[in-house]
């Protein structure tokens, strides 16, 4: 488990402001069978301590900003890819995190719908001042992770990492994964590892069509939108295959 520390500054007093966990790397990492290689993890208990919570909406700019991230990352991958696509929210799988957001549990679920969606998480002590701050850490995994180009696949892909994990990488940068929505929830009392966190900020992240297949690779690497599918009709915008629809920014939010 690598801890992610941030820095916060108000006035002349600077402090560290909170900490940033990863939902990957524990010795509780286990494998769903019949779900990619999207890990399941045994939810941390105790007898005698109660969760709570508080329901934290994402706001608009928080979405803006959450799908511009993704889409820089996505735009700027080396080496390039020729297939990457344009990412939007989508609601329906939003609802989906926030539900699972709600329990402040920290493990990946719900299983029955780790079959069909990729998912990320983060969790934070305290609150934040930039919901990038919980993102971050799943793109600073690309300093571990080296492309695995064909003749290093099978079975390598996409697990090609020299660090603890890559996987929550490889995930925004999986090539036609194309639909992202996303929940945060103020935890009380939540189990992270074993150790209770007073207070924690719980970010979840789900994806369709999920990332991550043993033996694929995230992209396939050539002239950027080279390699579009069909239904993109040609359609090219900063390196990814984008939908041929002309509207305004906030039509990506389905």
């Given at each position: 488990m690598r801890d992610v520390y941030f820095l916060s500054c108000a006035v002349l007093?600077?402090?560290?402001?909170g900490r940033v966990v990863n939902s990957?790397?524990?010795?509780?990492?286990q494998h769903q069978s019949g779900s990619g290689s999207t890990p399941v993890m045994k939810p941390d208990s105790s007898p005698g301590v109660r969760r709570a919570r508080r329901k934290r909406f994402i706001t608009q700019r928080d979405m803006v900003a959450i799908l511009d991230y993704h889409n820089q990352v996505r735009a700027s991958v080396f080496p390039p890819a020729a297939n990457m696509e344009y990412m939007v929210w989508d609601n329906n799988l939003a609802r989906t995190a926030e539900a699972w957001a709600a329990t402040c549990v920290w493990a990946h679920g719900p299983a029955y719908l780790l079959q069909f969606y990729g998912q990320n998480l983060s969790v934070r002590t305290g609150g934040y001042q930039s919901i990038l701050q919980l993102l971050k850490p799943w793109y600073d995994e690309v300093n571990d992770y080296v492309f695995p180009y064909p003749r290093l696949c099978n079975p390598s892909?996409?697990?090609?990492?020299?660090?603890?994990?890559?996987?929550?990488?490889?995930?925004?940068?999986?090539?036609?994964?194309?639909?992202?929505?996303c929940a945060v929830q103020t935890c009380y009392n939540m189990f992270v590892w074993g150790v209770l966190w007073t207070e924690a900020t719980f970010l979840v992240c789900n994806y369709s069509p999920k990332g991550n297949w043993i033996g694929e690779a995230p992209y396939r690497v050539g002239v950027p939108c080279s390699a579009c599918p069909s239904s993109?009709?040609?359609?090219?915008?900063?390196?990814?295959?984008?939908?041929?629809?002309q509207s305004n920014y906030m039509y990506w939010f389905k």
């Open positions: 007093l600077c402090g560290v402001s990957t790397g524990s010795p509780q990492l892909c996409p697990l090609l990492c020299y660090g603890p994990m890559c996987t929550h990488y490889t995930q925004m940068v999986w090539a036609s994964t194309s639909r992202v929505g993109y009709g040609g359609a090219c915008s900063n390196n990814m295959c984008f939908p041929p629809v």
